[in-house]
Nanobody, 122 residues
Framework: QVQLAESGGRLVQAGGSLRLSCVVS????????LAWFRQAPGKDREFVAA????????FYADSVKGRVTISRDNARNTVYLQMNSLKPEDTAVYYC???????????????WGQGTQVTVSS
């Protein structure tokens, strides 16, 4: 059973930076595409960023492009989300997800972490 554990969420001021981490265990790390999603109160879960299984391809939502970098360390079984120039609208629970494919819809991703809260104050 694949397990994902996020960390790094906290309260940060607008304009600040934050790095989220997600440790993956239970299977061969490099078999999985990894992604970050987020869900704000009263809103649907939305895609933030993804990185391919080997790590050479990355994808970003338009809302975060240029401010966010996803990366993976295959030696540490960890995926990161570096977020800069944070805005209050980035406030959400951030979830790490893993899948052997690259599902288009968030609810099709197979494995999920429990989430980590990011709050950006204005």
């Amino acid at each position: 059973q694949v397990q994902l554990a996020e960390s790094g969420g906290r309260l940060v001021q607008a304009g600040g930076s934050l790095r989220l981490s997600c440790v993956v265990s239970g299977d061969t790390f490099t078999l999985y595409t990894l992604a970050w999603f987020r869900q704000a109160p009263g809103k649907d879960r939305e895609f933030v960023a993804a990185v391919s299984a080997i790590g050479f391809n990355t994808f970003y939502a338009d809302s975060v492009k240029g401010r966010v970098t996803i990366s993976r360390d295959n030696a540490r079984n960890t995926v990161y989300l570096q977020m800069n120039s944070l805005k209050p609208e980035d406030t959400a629970v951030y979830y790490c997800a893993a899948d052997k494919g690259s599902p288009a819809m968030w609810f099709d991703w197979t494995y999920w972490g429990q989430g980590t809260q990011v709050t950006v104050s204005s």
